[in-house]
T-cell receptor, first 111, second 112 residues
Framework: SQQGEEDPQALSIQEGENATMNCSYKTSINNLQWYRQNSGRGLVHLILIRSNEREKHSGRLRVTLDTSKKSSSLLITASRAADTASYFCATDAGIGYALNFGKGTSLLVTP | SQTIHQWPATLVQPVGSPLSLECTVEGTSNPNLYWYRQAAGRGLQLLFYSVGIGQISSEVPQNLSASRPQDRQFILSSKKLLLSDSGFYLC???????????FGEGSRLTVL
């Protein structure tokens, strides 16, 4: 079953702008992860934030987590055309360390 | 880090034909292995997972089966494909403690 739901479904911005994607989930979590998928390719892990963390940075990525609202956001600063991809949040499925993924946000960054 | 190899990358199969997708893992031992399916414009659906050789758990009743004949080999099969089996199949590997999954490049299946 899918637990995380990303918002918006699609986002179009220009290079240099910031991109913000949101994720909401339904049940308690141990951690929340964000993945990136280029068109027709596999998913690549971007960042993991634990339930006791509120914010985490990795390069141009900033992730926040609000467990009281069961939501997370991914901010990509100073976006580049190469950031064009789909972005998924993922939470623990509770079985075999599998992950539940949302439907993703499709990000288009135009030069 | 781990490297996941999947093949074939693409295939077109007629309804009723058999299927075999293979996945092998490098760079780790005793991984947890997963098969996901991604329909167009949708998220990932967990199909099978395995925590060890010969141990397979199915999450969705369907026309597909999985096997793990070796520690780092995971196979997705079908005896008779249905139109609804079309999709993008992703193999993933994880170690459980970090929670991070490593994905292969996927196999795109079109059933006609």
């Amino acid at each position: 079953s899918q637990q995380g739901e990303e918002d918006p479904q699609a986002l179009s911005i220009q290079e240099g702008e910031n991109a913000t994607m949101n994720c909401s989930y339904k049940t308690s979590i141990n951690n929340l992860q964000w993945y990136r998928q280029n068109s027709g390719r596999g998913l690549v892990h971007l960042i993991l934030i634990r339930s006791n963390e509120r914010e985490k940075h990795s390069g141009r990525l900033r992730v926040t987590l609000d467990t009281s609202k069961k939501s997370s956001s991914l901010l990509i600063t100073a976006s580049r055309a190469a950031d064009t991809a789909s972005y998924f949040c993922a939470t623990d499925a509770g079985i075999g360390y599998a992950l539940n993924f949302g439907k993703g946000t499709s990000l288009l960054v135009t030069p | 880090s781990q490297t996941i190899h999947q093949w074939p990358a693409t295939l077109v199969q007629p309804v009723g034909s058999p299927l075999s997708l293979e996945c092998t893992v490098e760079g780790t031992s005793n991984p947890n292995l997963y098969w996901y399916r991604q329909a167009a414009g949708r998220g990932l659906q967990l199909l099978f997972y395995s925590v060890g050789i010969g141990q397979i758990s199915s999450e969705v009743p369907q026309n597909l089966s999985a096997s793990r004949p070796q520690d780092r080999q995971f196979i997705l099969s079908s005896k008779k494909l249905l139109l609804s089996d079309s999709g993008f199949y992703l193999c993933a590997s994880g170690q459980g403690d970090t929670g991070e999954l490593f994905f292969g490049e996927g196999s795109r299946l079109t059933v006609l």
